[in-house]
């Protein structure tokens, strides 16, 4: 029995020591998580010094190897977190996740540049990488569930986008229009009150910016009109949408969009004399002189060259009519 355990044991030494092909290994690196890596390449990537590490990632990069140019990029932050080259390696983990599509991971990744390296040469860069994205966003690129599935096209999210670009620039290159755009996001939510304050915010802050200004003041405008045409009809939305397109033909008489802004203010005062004649019409078929009358000359002060602020003098001077015997 013994010599057969022995005999046993011996081939399956000698099996051992047979070469063989195995799985690739299974390995684990911060910012990508579980990959297989072949037995072959096991290590030909990383380097002894951050600077050497960060040139592999960067000849990865430029190979159009955006897996590799992540993991190696990862290792700088990994192992020489404090280093100079450290912001050149978060920049590439990001830009390798923006070129795999992987948009929103990629904006997170932005993020870190702009929170752990703020004096860094990449902020910039890093900001309007994030500006774009958000961009694609809001064209109605499709957010990711659980990071894989594409799922719908989110509004919410996307204005939260833009407002991080704004927070962490205020006075960047793509700070205003960033700020235009959380408005735009928020009129395709219908969020239209949201809106107004989006574009009020980006005029407020961006009053020296003639372009900015003036898009935001018709932008709330528009925002305005909206808000007025979304249920029943909204008088006090319709005010404010002409008065503030009436500020915009006031202070931007150059502007190719005064035309339009002057066309919607007829159309608001339209819609404003038709709803005062209503109101007042409602009174008069009442006997409430005085209420009929109060809303005949909204219609007058409205839309004074209509047919109907016509008609609401006529229906004046018949009221006053019939109130005079009864102040006899």
């Not at 006075?171 to 009150?193: C, F, T």
């Not at 709330?220 to 939305?237: L, N």
């Amino acid at each position: 029995m013994s010599r057969r355990l022995y005999c046993s044991l011996f081939i399956a030494l000698c099996a051992a020591m047979i070469p063989f092909s195995s799985p690739a290994p299974l390995v684990y690196t911060p910012g990508e998580g579980w990959v297989y890596e072949s037995a072959d390449g096991l290590g030909k990537w990383r380097r002894a010094r951050a600077k050497d590490q960060l040139e592999v990632a960067q000849q990865a990069f430029d190979k159009k190897d955006y897996s590799l140019a992540q993991r190696a990029a990862a290792r700088v932050i990994q192992v020489w977190p404090l280093s100079d080259y450290a912001p050149g390696a978060q920049f590439l983990i990001a830009r390798s996740l923006e070129l795999k599509k992987d948009d929103e991971r990629a904006f997170n990744e932005y993020q870190k540049i702009i929170e752990k390296y703020p004096k860094s040469d990449k902020v910039k860069e890093a900001l309007q990488h994030q500006y774009e994205i958000s961009l694609r966003f809001l064209k109605g690129q499709r957010f990711k569930l659980w990071k894989y599935i594409p799922f719908l096209p989110n509004m919410e999210k996307t204005a939260g986008l833009f407002e991080k670009v704004v927070n962490n620039g205020p006075y960047s290159d793509v700070a205003p229009h960033a700020q235009l755009r959380i408005g735009a996001a928020q009129e395709k939510r219908r969020e239209y009150g949201l809106a107004v304050a989006a574009y009020e915010r980006a005029l407020d802050r961006y009053h020296d910016r003639p372009v900015i200004a003036s898009d935001a003041m018709f932008r709330a405008g528009s925002s305005h009109q909206k808000q007025a045409q979304a249920a029943d009809y909204d008088q006090s939305a319709a005010g404010s949408a002409i008065e503030v397109f009436t500020d915009f033909v006031t202070l931007y008489p150059e502007d190719r969009r005064v035309p339009q802004a002057q066309r919607v203010i007829a159309q608001l005062k339209t819609e404003q004399a038709r709803g005062s004649y209503q109101i007042a019409q409602y009174y008069e078929k009442r006997k409430k002189w005085s209420g009929a009358l109060i809303y005949y000359n909204e219609v007058v002060l409205q839309d004074p060259n209509s047919a109907q602020a016509n008609d609401a003098r006529v229906r004046i001077d018949q009221i006053k009519q019939r109130q005079q015997p009864a102040s006899n």
